[in-house]
C-alpha cells in the first residue's frame, strides 16, 4: 500500500505564505506525476499544479506567479510553496502521485487525506 501524508495547511492573513508538503510512503518502486489539487466549499476539485519526475511543472493559471511546485524524488516528497495568499484560495489542499509499484507494473493514482488552508483576515 501506498500511503501520502500531506503538512502545512493553516490560517494565514491574506498576503501571507504557506508551504505544503506531502510525503508518499510505501511500496514504491517509482513515482511518475506528483501534485496538487484543490477544493473550495461547493466547488469541484481542481488543478493547483503538476510536476513529472523529468521535472515539467504546469501551474494554473489562477496561481501561476504567486505558487511555486517543487520535489525531492530521492525522498517521493512534494512541496507546494504559496506566496501572495487570497481568501479565494482557501480550500482543502490534496496531494496526488501517480506510482509505480513494480518495475513492470502499471501506474496507479493515490490521494493523500487533505489539510486545510484558510486566508482570512
Known amino acids: 500500500q501506498v500511503q501520502l501524508v500531506e503538512s502545512g495547511g493553516g490560517l494565514v492573513q491574506p498576503g501571507g505564505s504557506l508551504r505544503l508538503s506531502c510525503a508518499a510512503s510505501?511500496?514504491?518502486?517509482?513515482?511518475?506525476?506528483m501534485g496538487w489539487h484543490r477544493q473550495a466549499p461547493g466547488k469541484e476539485r481542481e488543478l493547483v499544479a503538476t510536476?513529472?519526475?523529468?521535472?515539467?511543472?504546469n501551474h494554473s493559471d489562477s496561481v501561476k506567479g504567486r505558487f511555486t511546485i517543487s520535489r525531492d524524488s530521492a525522498k517521493n516528497t512534494v512541496h507546494l510553496q504559496m506566496n501572495s495568499l487570497k481568501s479565494e484560495d482557501t480550500a482543502v489542499y490534496y496531494c496526488?502521485?501517480?506510482?509505480?509499484?513494480?518495475?513492470?507494473?502499471?501506474?496507479?493514482?493515490?490521494w493523500g487525506q487533505g489539510t486545510q488552508v484558510t486566508v482570512s483576515s
Open positions: 496526488n502521485a501517480h506510482v509505480v509499484l513494480t518495475n513492470t507494473g502499471p501506474t496507479f493514482s493515490y
Open positions: 510505501g511500496s514504491i518502486f517509482s513515482i511518475d506525476a
Open positions: 510536476i513529472t519526475s523529468g521535472g515539467s511543472i
